[in-house]
């Protein structure tokens, strides 16, 4: 009798046992989904490419290192999770292997810091981030590992203090909730002011002052909400700025050694700045410039095709070719006296050249 009921509970023992083991497969098993529908253990995906990641899950969150491979194998990201699958660091990959940029996820967004990397392995800005957002420094690097620019963000948006440094030189301004407002200031290469202005709610405002690399003023602009309300060109005469109106210049020239501008008003200025610096300070559109020659739109002269004295038309040109020589020339006034030198003239001077019939040069 005993013997028979302990023959039953073996075989009952039994057959749980085997139940139990049909009904649910080691964990070890890849790919492997629980009897309540969870991933658990090492999980392959496969494309028509071949393999395209490979990682593990517990109770169907991931947990631990994932990695993923693009279409020769070779590894693109890798993902290490960590509170429950909650956060994430994450590390982007190259073709040739470098790191392309590491950082962390929250929830799936980008949190805390992350960092960028050229080919070579040369980290080139590092972000911070909040609930995937843009939110504190922003800092860029060159080649040489040099600080660039920097810009502060809040919440996506520009909000604070930004610099930033090229070839050229150097910018620098505030921002607030993404609109320039404060002081901004441009310097040359050399550490010479370039600009100097205000912002307000991302409209220029107040006076602006514009240089020349050597130093010395350019010219002033007043604004008010992005319009200009005036503009001068400075004249620097004698180490001292003075402040005249572009329209008020009747001729600017020069011999190669000294530079003379003459105003409407026939006053004479001897200025400190050279010939191109003051021809780039005036307002152009309302310039010609008069050659030994001719006298043609500024404009005109810096475009034109050939022998800028003489636009020479040719039987092999095409006809758009012709037809641009062609304005040209009917833009050109042959000036019946020659000048002694190039002069830039304001379009009100014209006229006078225009009536000059003796041999007698341009007065300077």
Known sequence: MLLNQFKFVVFCVFVAISQIMFA?????????????????GVWKKNDPQGL???????????????????????????????????????????????IRATGFYLDKLRDSVWQFYDTIGRMIRKDHYLNGMLHGLTEVFDKNGDRVETIEWYRDLRNGQWWQKTEVGTQTTTYKLNLSHGVYEAT?????????????????????????????????????????????????VKGKDILIDSDSVAYLHTNGKMVELKMLDNTVYRPSQTFEQLVGSLDTDDFFLATSQFLAPLKLYDSMIEDKDNPVIYDTDSEEVKAEKQEQRKALLKLKIPTPYDIYINGEVIDLLKGLTNSKPVED
Not at 24 to 40: H, I
Not at 214 to 235: E, H, S, T, W
């Open 24 to 40: 649910q497969r080691p964990v070890t098993d890849t790919n492997y989904v629980d009897n309540k529908g969870r991933k658990q």
């Open 52 to 98: 395209s990641y490979i990682g593990q899950f517990k109770d169907d969150k991931p947990y631990g290192r994932f990695v993923h491979f693009d279409k020769h194998g070779q590894t693109v990201i890798i993902n290490d999770y960590f509170r429950d699958g909650f956060a994430t660091k994450t590390t982007y990959f190259y073709p040739n292997g470098k």
């Open 188 to 236: 040359f290469a050399n550490g010479n002011p370039y600009i100097k202005g205000y912002y307000e709610d991302g409209l220029k405002e107040k006076t602006w002052y514009f240089y020349h690399e050597n130093g010395l003023l350019d010219r002033v602009m007043l604004f008010k909400k992005n319009q200009i309300l005036k503009k001068q060109v400075a004249i620097n």
